[in-house]
């Protein structure tokens, strides 16, 4: 089972909203992107919330940040059979350091997870620790942006991640 390594957050000094996924795909780790799998809705629909259908990675990053959104997953590392979450090895996980990421960019005051497992892991390993940094923030799950989840169309996944440019 291979050990897989995450990358470093996508974040700008005026961030305020932070969009957490799980551990990068074996595309992403690939490519050395974020949701670089062809079929992953993410950028589709960061596309069309924040009107950025003909950039490139470089400018979707550049252009999120200047909006004030992060991302970044919630591993830091873990072993991972394949590029599915539910294939983590849960006793090889190891989370990133939010307490000292939240203290760094205390604008933030949103969470929003993308998926199931980013938030069941996020509230298991690292809530219990951050104290009173996360009693100014809300958090969110939103449906996963993974084509893994296919129980929603992209269309639907659109409608309900409309929340974070409120």
């Known amino acids: 089972m291979p050990h897989i390594q995450g990358f470093s957050p996508i974040c700008s000094e005026h961030a305020h909203t932070l969009i957490l ?14 949701y670089a799998h062809p079929r992953n809705g993410f950028w589709p629909i960061m596309s069309e919330l924040f009107d950025m259908q003909d950039f490139n990675y470089a400018q979707r990053v550049a ?16 072993f991972r ?6 294939n983590i090895d849960e006793r090889s996980i190891v989370t990133n350091d939010f307490a000292a990421f939240f203290q760094e960019h205390p604008g933030i ?9 980013a ?5 298991k390993h690292i809530s ?7 009693n100014r923030m809300s ?27 409120q």
């Open 21 to 34: 996924g799980s551990m990068p795909s074996r595309e992403s780790l690939k490519q050395q992107r974020y």
């Open 63 to 78: 252009h999120l940040s200047g909006k004030g959104i992060s991302v970044w997953d919630v591993l830091k590392a873990c």
């Open 81 to 86: 059979s394949n590029s599915l979450d539910s």
């Open 109 to 117: 005051t949103r969470v929003f997870f993308n998926g199931a497992k």
């Open 119 to 123: 938030e069941s892991i996020y509230r």
């Open 128 to 134: 219990p620790d951050l104290g009173n940094i996360q």
């Open 139 to 165: 958090l969110q799950r939103l449906p996963s942006t993974s084509p893994a989840y296919a129980a929603l169309p992209l269309a639907d996944k659109l409608l309900a991640w409309k929340v974070i440019t």
